[in-house]
């Protein structure tokens, strides 16, 4: 008894000690005043908000401002004296009401009473007022600028709608799996093993970077050589033969040397695992209704809403466009399933009828032949070669030479995902090293034939954005030869 008195008044006292605490962590968000003017209306509002913009004139001034929950701006109406210290990147709490607007652009402002400065900026030097320093000013910054500022680039209103695509979509994906049963698991992003065994592997030691001869090195540490992950699934595998279906979506590392717009040194991958799974076409199908249900959900979200209408340098596709490719790919026609020879066969004719590769198809299919296999819609390309394939993939009931596999192609970004069935036998697991004992026994003590798929998280959104580059949907991205540090 004397215990729970104590935290009550505890909780007051801290509660009474932060003036207006409650008041001002639940204001409302500038999204809701927006889409809920009418609600609104002749209310008393608190905003927490960054200011956008100021124009200031003799008798009046008008603030843009926002709080990144929308690409939108709140206007704010301000006396002089109010606005006399205000610049842009000031983030500031406006009392007022919220009346209907004798302007144009928005239907109502907020008529301000009380401005307070919470979080100073110095965009325009106090004692000068002659050279604006905030790096973002109110006009088109290139995506090769911004990317030097990856630190101040997210405030931008187009930017941060991509920070809220990503949340939104990672917010559906929790749904979708809930809704069929899978469990959502945590993996290690330290590992002794390169799962695709490319070889393009970060390696982890505590080795100072100036002195790499220096005793005491990462692998002492670890008494084995450790690397970044790429890839959750191996340990999947293993999180499956316990829960049944599991499903993670956790950061990768590739130190691969590519500079194209579709590849990052650091990115997301979505990946899954199910038991019991026999046949590709199940995999196959789980992807087709994951990508359809994100999309179904988008399409009707505010964010995608803001999406189709917002307009900016990052993205080369109109708001046409945009929607030609949901529509591409939440038609309920399914999508076409091609083996690699048959997609080989059509690279050749299109090859015989003019079409010109740099590669020849017939050794591997890379991004120019996916480019014209899927410019028309998604194609799942099946059954490659086993040599082109890692280890542990199955083999295709086609033939011992191919394995049970796919890439799943979407126009424009080219490879999206890849599944495969995975070799549940464990005298078939030619190609496991020593150091994947503990994965062998995995099989060793009980084993059934399953299957799973990895997703590459920021090409989905790079599709679903329009944006070109890979770099323009990660916060902070990390790519070969990058030198500016955040």
Known sequence: ????????????????????????????????????????????????????????????????????STIQSLQAILTPEQAKNLCI?????????????????????????????????????????????????????????????????????????????????????????????????????????????????????????????????????????????????????????????????????????????RHLSEFYMLEAEALFVEDLESIMRLVEELVRSLVSSLEVSPIGKELLTADFVQRDSSREALQRRWDMVSSEIAW???????????????????????????????????????????VFITDYPRHMKPFYMMASQRGEENAACFDLIFPDVCEVAGGSLREHRNEKLEGAGKELEWYRNVRRWGSVPHGGFGLGFERLLAYLSGVPNLREVVAFPRWAGMSRSS
């Open 336 to 378: 076409p399933r091609i083996t690699f020879a048959e997609a080989v066969s059509r690279l050749e004719q299109a090859k015989a009828k003019g079409v010109a590769f740099e590669f020849d198809p017939a050794r591997g299919i890379q991004a120019e032949h996916e480019k014209y296999i899927a410019k028309k819609g998604p």
């Open 89 to 261: 990147g000031q983030g500031v709490r406006l009392s007022g009401a919220w009346i209907p607007s004798q302007g144009h652009g928005q239907s109502h402002e907020l008529q301000v009473k009380q401005v307070t400065v919470v979080g100073d900026s110095n965009a325009e030097p106090a004692l000068t007022r002659s050279k604006k320093t905030y790096p973002l000013q109110k006009k088109t910054h290139s995506v090769e600028y911004l990317r030097t500022m990856p630190e101040m680039r997210a405030r931008l209103p187009l930017n941060a709608l991509i920070l809220r695509l990503r949340s939104f979509i990672r917010a559906r994906l929790t749904q979708f799996f809930e809704e069929r049963d899978f469990f959502e698991t945590h993996t290690p992003l330290i590992t002794t093993s390169d799962c695709e065994g490319a070889g393009d592997v970060f390696v982890v030691s505590t080795r100072p970077p100036t002195n790499p001869s220096t005793t005491g090195s990462g692998s002492e540490f670890f008494q084995t050589q450790t690397y970044l992950s790429v890839s959750s699934q191996l340990h999947l595998e293993a999180l499956a033969q316990s829960l049944g279906k599991v499903w993670t979506l956790s950061p990768a590392f590739r130190a691969e040397r590519s500079m194209t717009p």
């Open 1 to 68: 008894m004397f215990t729970r008195c104590m935290c009550r008044w505890q909780a007051k006292s801290i509660t009474s000690a932060v003036p207006n605490a409650g008041k001002n962590y639940h204001a409302p968000s500038i999204a809701k005043v927006l889409s809920s003017s009418e609600a609104f209306e002749n209310a008393d509002l608190n905003l927490n908000c960054f200011i956008r913009s100021v124009r200031k004139q003799k008798r009046v001034a008008f603030a843009a401002v926002g709080d990144g």
